[in-house]
DNA sequence: GCCAAATGATACAGACCTGTCTATCTATAA
DNA sequence: TTATAGATAGACAGGTCTGTATCATTTGGC
């Protein structure tokens, strides 16, 4: 039983079927067989897109970050403010980690079973979390916030501490608070 | 090589062994065979004291527990002003993860590597957390703050994504800044 | 319709993993 | 001295995993 329609080329339906099964069960508990079976390829096929599995994740690591880009752009669009986007980020945020679906973020969990900084997955992992500082303090500098730079740490502690609630806690967690205590961190650097 | 002295008992030896392990590499990275060897014991020995890994896991991660307790017992020891102990909390946070040997948290990287909430590893991991959400609602209510239980909340968000920041980018992270972010949210209910 | 490229099905090698089994050794106490 | 309990070493079964090899089949471009 094939999750995913013929329609799609054999490359974007193992990309596809690779990101719900390593987003839902992790990297290491997913195997190539499981893999090729939902997708319903040959084996052959899938080593011939992707030369090793590492390749694959790395592959799956990018598209994630490419999703995750377009939803958050999605989520603050038509908003001119560059404060009023920092609070409809965290409120998107609050929004998506109430919501079943989400199981926390993939970089984590890939910085997580591949904690050696060196692996090419992690640092996938770590330019993706770099990105969100960089987007966050280019939003505090537009908003003449005080301290930039520490806001963007401090916003990207809140972020992620969300993600991991959403992991530990499932759909009813504590980050439902999280838009607040974004507000109340750039109020301290107004 | 036996890393952990003889004179500790076979079950101690096994369990510091795995303890290094485990934190350092994850659960499914680190077999039974390399906790062995590296305790230096006998395979016969480690499951006469654990009926299978998964035991053993859970039996690590309680002993992470009160090592954690017992860090912040240490920490704030000697502070009486409630408000003053949160902030000491995470002013301690923020030193920790600043040393090499921090990796994040321990708990965190059993809900990516279980991610079943029925699992019962994940549980002993959510039973920590919710343990720190008491642990910070009680000391908001002593200090009479205004919505402690929502400022728990938050104080979670923040201590999570510290953690996440060691594991994500080593030794020098963004959360350098987690201690003034938690004044921050802290004098903003008071 | 034809041909080349891509894909399918399947077996296989080699490594690793958990957990069991047996047989031997050692220390302690009666 | 001897009985008992615990530890050791190592083989082993049964399963899983990644990656390779082989060969039949299908698909898409012209």
């Known amino acids: 039983m094939a999750a995913t329609p013929k329609q799609l080329s054999a490359r974007e339906r193992i990309l596809e079927t690779a990101s719900q099964l390593f987003y839902r069960h992790g ?19 899938l080593y011939r897109h992707f030369a090793a599995k590492d390749d694959l994740i790395v592959a799956y690591l990018e598209r994630s970050n490419q999703h995750f880009w377009s939803w958050l752009e999605g989520e603050i669009a038509g908003i001119d403010d560059p ?58 500098e537009r908003a003449n916030l005080r301290a930039p730079a520490v806001l963007a740490n401090q916003l990207l502690l809140l972020m992620d501490g969300a993600w991991v609630a959403a992991r530990m806690f499932g759909p009813t967690n504590p980050a439902t608070e999280v838009a607040a205590a974004a507000q109340a961190l750039i109020a301290a650097q107004r």
Do not use: W
């Open 27 to 45: 990297f290491q508990a997913v195997g190539i067989d499981t893999i090729i079976a939902e997708a319903g390829v040959a084996k052959m096929t």
């Open 83 to 140: 404060e009023a986007r920092l609070l409809a980020i965290f409120d998107a945020v609050g929004r998506l980690v109430r919501s079943p679906q989400c199981l926390g973020c993939t970089f984590q969990a890939t910085a997580v079973e591949f904690p050696n900084l060196e692996y090419r997955a992690h640092q996938v992992a770590l330019a993706h979390k770099q990105a969100l500082i960089s987007t966050f303090r280019d939003l505090a």
